[in-house]
T-cell receptor, first 112, second 116 residues
Framework: GENVEQHPSTLSVQEGDSAVIKCTYSDSASNYFPWYKQELGKRPQLIIDIRSNVGEKKDQRIAVTLNKTAKHFSLHITETQPEDSAVYFCAARSSIGQKVTFGTGTKLQVIP | DTEVTQTPKHLVMGMTNKKSLKCEQHMGHRAMYWYKQKAKKPPELMFVYSYEKLSINESVPSRFSPECPNSSLLNLHLHALQPEDSALYLC???????????????FGPGTRLTVT
């Protein structure tokens, strides 16, 4: 089955700096890669996603890149703000098994 | 309405109790999911329903029994749980299951379950 690794597990940045979270996946049949933000005690919320036919996608301060050959994808947050502090999960969905497998999560802390 | 709702928000139950978790969505989604999330861990898939039929059971113990009475509702019946079953139970929905253009999952707020 799919295995998704996520790094780092914790990340602290100063407000205004950029944050990068990286994930790798094992199943070459995976074709959809969502990113979720989960604040303490809240539900996971989809913040951006990318499909395998696209290499990069941007939404305001958030961008995701995908390298299918290397089987890795990354989340980039620019101009970080304290409200960006949360746990971020990457995930991969296989076109064969069709399940979404989550990474282990990154706790992002933005220091004012 | 773009929201998935879950009740109750919190549940404390003994190991001999029977209880049910409820999930509802009115977005016309035909795929619904149950996930279990332990503290500081990612959500783990338990069940997938597609068009009110069970499509995936991730080898979940029989003390968890899902039910999808109609396209808007998803229940999880609990019986004889163990303390290690204490977790946040998340419901999610998506437009379809297994169709390439309809992957996005929307999560409910979860039910915080404590088994004593």
């Amino acid at each position: 089955g799919e295995n998704v690794e996520q790094h780092p597990s914790t990340l602290s940045v100063q407000e205004g700096d950029s944050a990068v979270i990286k994930c790798t996946y094992s199943d070459s049949a995976s074709n959809y890669f969502p990113w979720y933000k989960q604040e303490l005690g809240k539900r996971p919320q989809l913040i951006i996603d990318i499909r395998s036919n696209v290499g990069e996608k941007k939404d305001q301060r958030i961008a995701v890149t995908l390298n299918k050959t290397a089987k890795h994808f990354s989340l980039h947050i620019t101009e970080t703000q304290p409200e960006d502090s949360a746990v971020y999960f990457c995930a991969a969905r296989s076109s064969i098994g069709q399940k979404v497998t989550f990474g282990t999560g990154t706790k992002l802390q933005v220091i004012p | 309405d773009t929201e998935v709702t879950q009740t109750p928000k919190h549940l404390v139950m003994g190991m001999t109790n029977k209880k049910s978790l409820k999930c509802e969505q009115h977005m016309g989604h035909r795929a619904m999911y149950w996930y279990k999330q332990k503290a500081k861990k990612p959500p783990e898939l338990m069940f997938v329903y597609s068009y009110e039929k069970l499509s995936i059971n991730e080898s979940v113990p029989s003390r968890f029994s899902p039910e999808c009475p109609n396209s808007s509702l998803l229940n999880l019946h609990l019986h004889a749980l163990q303390p290690e079953d204490s977790a946040l139970y998340l419901c999610a929905s998506s437009q379809r299951w297994g169709e390439s253009s309809t992957y996005e999952q929307y999560f409910g707020p979860g039910t915080r379950l404590t088994v004593t």
